[in-house]
């Protein structure tokens, strides 16, 4: 069983960056491909990056290029440096396994507003 703490979240004004972290607890973790996930309001649970156990990373379209995901597997951290953010990207952020695991963390609140 996998255990996961997000942090990093915070109010910040569009155009601004964040990077968000995600600790989590296993051995298992360094074999498992690791996502970045988002909820907005009203709105579905949507899959935004995905970096393998090798470090391998995929993107979604309304992220690529502004979003970057990357692990570090001594530390048990993936992390997910967010740029050129806009109000769009609004949502509580989640880590999780890809495809995820049935537990889910408390996730950290982004909030991209003037």
């Known amino acids: 069983q996998v255990q996961l703490v997000e942090s990093g979240g915070g109010l910040v004004q569009p155009g601004g960056s964040l990077r968000l972290s995600c600790a989590a607890s296993?051995?298992?973790?360094?074999?498992?491909?690791m996502g970045w996930y988002r909820q907005a309001p009203g709105k579905q649970r949507e899959l935004l990056a995905v970096i393998t156990n090798s470090g391998r990373p995929n993107y979604a379209d309304s992220v690529k290029g502004r979003f970057t995901i990357s692990r570090d597997n001594a530390k048990n951290t993936v992390y997910l440096q967010m740029n050129s953010l806009n109000p769009e990207d609004t949502a509580v952020y989640y880590c999780?396994?890809?495809?995820?695991?049935?537990?889910w963390g408390q996730g950290t609140q982004v909030t991209v507003s003037s």
């Open positions: 999780n396994l890809v495809p995820p695991g049935n537990y």
């Open positions: 296993g051995s298992i973790f360094v074999i498992k491909d």
